[in-house]
T-cell receptor, first 113, second 114 residues
Framework: EPEVTQTPSHQVTQMGQEVILRCVPI?????FYWYRQILGQKVEFLVSFYNNEISEKSEIFDDQFSVERPDGSNFTLKIRSTKLEDSAMYFCASSARQNTEAFFGQGTRLTVV | GENVEQHPSTLSVQEGDSAVIKCTYSDSASNYFPWYKQELGKRPQLIID?????GEKKDQRIAVTLNKTAKHFSLHITETQPEDSAVYFC?????????????FGSGTRLLVRP
């Protein structure tokens, strides 16, 4: 069964450093998303991406965040200068069409120290 | 923007009993409502979803009901088993152009006691 894959599974970084979280969505999917989940809390929407551009972003997704689909398979989330409060589990998700199941990756646990 | 409220935050039931989790949403334009199950340290996985043109959907022991007028939807799990223990999240999808983001509720931690 096809699945969304994310790397790395765990990333520890110093405050102020840049991190890139990587995702390979399911191959025939068209809609891509990043969500984050602070430990013990709900899943929060960060950004949606369609047709090679951002279609919507949340208030959390400020100028420190960017997304890119550099080739036909990868979808990346970059945090330019990490803060302690960026520590969370980051999930990538993809869906084939509108209002259909969003498949989540296994997540990247980001720890900022 | 869309806001999803979910209750209860924790639910403990005896094995074999039913469990009901309720959610309300605020944006009447939302038209897709999935439920996700998340086991500890794992990814959210879809267990059932419903679209706004349907009032009820059932899949074996799991059912979801939707009341568009009242803007609430519920998850029903019958004959609960210990392996149903997990955190359950409801979500609503308020379409904005070509974004079909999900707005999640705060989650319900379900414990099924053997």
């Amino acid at each position: 069964e096809p699945e969304v894959t994310q790397t790395p599974s765990h990333q520890v970084t110093q405050m102020g450093q840049e991190v890139i979280l990587r995702c390979v969505p399911i191959s025939n999917h068209l809609y891509f998303y990043w969500y984050r989940q602070i430990l013990g809390q709900k899943v929060e929407f960060l950004v949606s991406f369609y047709n090679n551009e951002i279609s919507e972003k949340s208030e959390i997704f400020d100028d420190q965040f960017s997304v890119e689909r550099p080739d036909g398979s990868n979808f990346t989330l970059k945090i330019r200068s990490t803060k302690l409060e960026d520590s969370a589990m980051y999930f990538c998700a993809s869906s084939a069409r509108q209002n259909t199941e969003a498949f989540f990756g296994q997540g990247t646990r980001l720890t900022v120290v | 923007g869309e806001n999803v409220e979910q209750h209860p935050s924790t639910l403990s039931v005896q094995e074999g009993d039913s469990a009901v989790i309720k959610c309300t949403y605020s944006d009447s334009a939302s038209n897709y409502f999935p439920w996700y199950k998340q086991e500890l340290g794992k990814r959210p996985q879809l267990i059932i979803d419903i679209r706004s043109n349907v009032g009820e959907k059932k899949d074996q022991r799991i059912a979801v009901t939707l009341n568009k007028t009242a803007k609430h939807f519920s998850l029903h799990i019958t004959e609960t088993q210990p392996e149903d223990s997990a955190v359950y999240f409801c979500a609503a999808s308020p379409r904005v152009d070509s974004s079909y983001k999900l707005i999640f509720g705060s989650g319900t931690r379900l414990l099924v006691r053997p």
